[in-house]
């Protein structure tokens, strides 16, 4: 005898949902959405049935407390069309508010939950829909009363749609006690949405999945956002189900000296940490390697936190550093991050996005974050930053991506403190100092680590100007370079020869 197959999946319409859900929602059973008032309930809801809609399934929505033209306005600003859905409105009508309809001497509880349930089972019988949705599970508790009548009741609506091959969507905003928590033993899968309210900056919303029986779903929060089309989830990255096989190779600078540093440049698949104060030239090198992978034909990210993109157009102008083609072609994209606005969780989406190639864009192989403390420091409220960009940095890795990041630490000179030490985490660590020497404030670069091969152990001097960035031969007259204070000893014929006149 063939086994019973069990019926698909069911697409939510949320593309971030499906991913977590491995899916959608195992057909023909009835699932709790839960959350407090605000968190996304209806628009998950709406974009449930309106998947249903697209694919030409009879989609019921049943409403105990939002009436239909409630519903209509927030299907407007989502710029969705309803008119493929069925509404059916269960609530108080303008009788049930008059002295008559109060003043009985029977429990009108007892009717109105009677009456309830008999208008729910005609509509779905007249509608016979795939997709049904109950908002909300708050109503039905209070016309119950007591949490057992309120208990057998869904009991026995679960027992009675699922004789009709329809998969339910419960919406309940945790507006009822502590122990109407026993539904969750009923649902064939429960899912939390929270809304979290920072100190300073946007709110954020998160869901969880509590359970979902029979499916290996992807556990823990996850970001989402609610925006004009509806919920934006996106899923907490696994770095272990991401990976691709890519080629050795090195990206250069296009700078002789810097590459001869790193001995040939950065490899594919590493990340690389640019550590120094403000103002020795890290952004500037991050471009350099950006322009040299643009260059030869790969895309570029630059995820920029510390300055605006009109800052970094005249910068790179002034360096006669050509971004502008570049940008204007898409092989060279520069975003800028508002980190009040975003979530942890949405900007390891969008980098994953750029490196899978969203939307039929070019897939991204040099990734740029600067700064991670523009990324670290506006998001203090978030727990387990590091070892989210730990995860996120082997998800790159594991792709072929080149990462750079920059880390400017505090202070000019002396003893330099990291707002986070990230230093374990990179492949390579290229380290900036300022440096005097003979009354002129100079910078020194040198390259401290390098994970997959070898490289320099020299210090060379680093000169920024309107001609360009030039690295110098290796000083060997260098004395307390880790110290933060170093000193140069050495010739001064050994140092970048400045014309201080244009000449």
């Known amino acids: 005898m063939t086994p019973e197959l069990d019926p698909?999946?069911?697409?939510?319409?949320?593309?971030?949902?499906?991913?977590?859900?491995?899916?959608?929602f195992p057909a023909d059973c009835v699932y709790m959405v839960a959350g407090t008032p605000g968190t996304g309930k209806t628009t998950l809801a709406l974009q449930f049935l309106l998947e249903g809609v697209k694919k030409g399934e009879s989609c019921l929505y049943i409403t105990l407390s939002e009436t239909r033209r409630e519903i209509e306005k927030v299907a407007r600003s989502h710029g969705w069309d309803l008119s493929g859905l069925n509404i059916?409105?269960?609530?108080?009508?303008?009788?049930?508010?008059?002295?008559?309809?109060?003043l009985t001497v029977f429990n009108p509880s007892e009717f109105e939950l009677g009456e309830t349930t008999e208008a729910m089972i005609a509509e779905v019988k007249r509608c016979s829909p795939k997709r049904l949705v109950l908002d909300s599970l708050s109503e039905l508790r209070l016309v119950a009363q007591n949490s057992l009548r309120y208990r057998r009741q869904i009991l026995a609506i679960k027992q009675y749609l699922a004789s009709r091959d329809c998969t339910v969507l419960m919406l309940d905003d945790c507006t009822g006690s502590a122990t109407d928590d026993q539904l969750e033993s009923i649902a064939h899968g429960?899912?939390?949405?929270?809304?979290?309210?920072?100190?300073?900056?946007a709110e954020r919303r998160r869901l969880r999945v509590v359970k979902l029986r029979g499916v290996s779903f992807r556990g823990g929060y996850h970001d989402f956002t609610i925006r004009k089309g509806g919920l934006d989830v996106f899923p907490r990255l696994v770095a272990a189900e991401h990976h691709i096989e890519?080629?050795?190779?090195?990206?250069?600078?296009?700078?002789?000296?810097?590459?001869a540093l790193l001995c040939g440049g950065l490899p594919a698949g590493t990340s690389t940490l640019m550590l120094g104060p403000a103002g020795t030239g890290k952004s500037t090198i991050a471009t350099k390697f950006a322009m040299a992978a643009v260059e030869r034909g790969d895309r570029a990210v630059m995820f920029v936190f510390d300055e605006n993109i009109g800052t970094f157009r005249l910068r790179s102008r002034k360096l006669d550093i050509g971004v502008e083609p570049f940008m204007a072609s898409g092989m060279l994209s520069v975003q800028q991050i508002d980190p009040a606005e975003l979530s942890s969780g949405e900007f390891c989406t969008i980098v994953r996005r750029a490196v899978e190639g969203h939307n039929g864009s070019v897939p991204a192989k040099v990734i740029i974050i600067d700064s991670l403390n523009g990324y670290l420091n506006a998001m203090p409220e978030e727990k387990f930053l590091t070892a989210q960009l730990h995860e996120l940095l082997s998800f790159l890795g594991q792709n072929g991506v080149v990462t750079i990041m920059?880390?400017?630490?505090?202070?000019?000179?002396g003893a330099m403190h990291s707002p986070v030490d990230t230093t374990y985490?990179?492949?390579?660590?290229?380290l900036?100092?300022?440096?005097?020497?003979?009354?002129?404030?100079?910078?020194?670069?040198?390259?401290?680590?390098?994970?997959?091969?070898?490289?320099?152990?020299?210090?060379?001097?680093?000169?920024?100007n309107d001609r360009g960035i030039q690295i110098g031969e290796p000083l060997t007259g260098f004395q307390g370079i880790l110290t933060?204070?170093?000193?140069?000893?050495?010739?001064?014929?050994?140092?970048?020869?400045?014309?201080?006149?244009?000449e």
């Open 190 to 201: 429960v899912i939390n949405l929270e809304h979290l309210a920072n100190q300073y900056g």
């Open 88 to 102: 059916c409105e269960l609530i108080p009508t303008e009788g049930n508010l008059s002295i008559d309809a109060q």
């Open 432 to 464: 900036f100092r300022f440096f005097e020497s003979r009354g002129e404030v100079r910078r020194a670069i040198s390259v401290v680590k390098k994970r997959s091969g070898k490289h320099e152990l020299t210090i060379r001097e680093l000169e920024i």
């Open 484 to 502: 933060g204070v170093p000193t140069f000893l050495g010739k001064p014929s050994d140092l970048i020869k400045q014309d201080r006149h244009g």
């Open 8 to 24: 698909p999946a069911l697409a939510t319409g949320i593309p971030g949902l499906n991913d977590i859900l491995r899916g959608g």
């Open 425 to 430: 985490l990179a492949d390579n660590v290229i």
């Open 246 to 259: 890519f080629d050795d190779q090195d990206l250069p600078s296009e700078i002789p000296a810097l590459d």
């Open 406 to 413: 920059t880390v400017t630490q505090a202070g000019m000179i």
